[in-house]
């Protein structure tokens, strides 16, 4: 079973940076898709942001596109969330998802079928 353990919310002013991580065990992380969701209060969850498996190709939300940034390490098992230039209407729980496993569909939300706990990110005006 894939478990996901996310970590680095917080809250931080606008305009701040924030770098979320998650560490993944119980699979075979370099074959998996790896994405980050949010979900703000009385909204459905979106996909913010995702990674292919080979780490060579990733997707973007137009309101992130230049200012956030997901990575990948897979001799470490994790991915990283770096965010900078955030502003209020990012705050959200941001969830790691881990699918599309060996394949091209990692900016499909419908591709992940694994997740993490979720980490608050509260960003004040």
């Known amino acids: 079973q894939v478990q996901l353990v996310e970590s680095g919310g917080g809250l931080v002013q606008a305009g701040g940076s924030l770098r979320l991580s998650c560490a993944v065990s119980?699979?075979?992380?370099?074959?998996?898709?790896m994405a980050w969701f949010r979900q703000a209060p009385g909204k459905e969850r979106e996909l913010v942001t995702a990674?292919?498996?080979?780490?060579?190709?990733?997707y973007y939300a137009d309101s992130v596109k230049g200012r956030f940034t997901i990575s990948r390490d897979n001799a470490e098992n994790t991915v990283y969330l770096q965010m900078n230039s955030l502003k209020p209407e990012d705050t959200a729980v941001y969830y790691c998802a881990a699918g599309a496993y060996y394949s091209d569909n990692y900016y499909d939300r419908h591709a992940y079928g694994f997740w993490g706990q979720g980490t608050q990110v509260t960003v004040s005006s």
């Open positions: 990674i292919r498996w080979r780490g060579d190709m990733t």
């Open positions: 119980g699979g075979l992380f370099s074959r998996y898709g």
